[in-house]
Nanobody, 117 residues
Framework: QVQLVESGGGLVQAGGSLRLSCVAS????????MGWYRQAPGKQRESVAT?????????NYVDSVKGRFTISRDNAKNTVYLQMNSLKPEDTAVYYC?????????WGQGTQVTVSS
């Protein structure tokens, strides 16, 4: 079992920045990847960014955030971050942290990000 707790959401003006954090606890040694999803009202949940826990920390991003968002990790703190710059109103959503442990996905409770125009 893995528990995930997100923090760092809030209200920001377009063009601003936020950093989300996600702390993992539990069977963290079995986690092979972590990431961030988001879900806007009336839309499906989408993958925003992922990072592998081992090796060089391979990353992937959805096209709409490339060049603006950066996912990173601190394995010593069991934490993954999402630095979000140049935010746009269309980035408004609930952001969820995820962790994959041997094929099982775990989810955090979500944190609201609202970008005003």
């Amino acid at each position: 079992q893995v528990q995930l707790v997100e923090s760092g959401g809030g209200l920001v003006q377009a063009g601003g920045s936020l950093r989300l954090s996600c702390v993992a606890s539990g069977s963290i040694f079995r986690i092979n990847a972590m990431g961030w999803y988001r879900q806007a009202p009336g839309k499906q949940r989408e993958s925003v960014a992922t990072i592998t826990r081992g090796g060089g920390g391979n990353t992937n991003y959805v096209d709409s955030v490339k060049g603006r968002f950066t996912i990173s990790r601190d394995n010593a703190k069991n934490t993954v971050y999402l630095q979000m710059n140049s935010l746009k109103p269309e980035d408004t959503a609930v952001y969820y942290c995820t962790a994959n442990e041997l094929g099982t996905d775990y989810w955090g409770q979500g944190t609201q990000v609202t970008v005003s125009s």
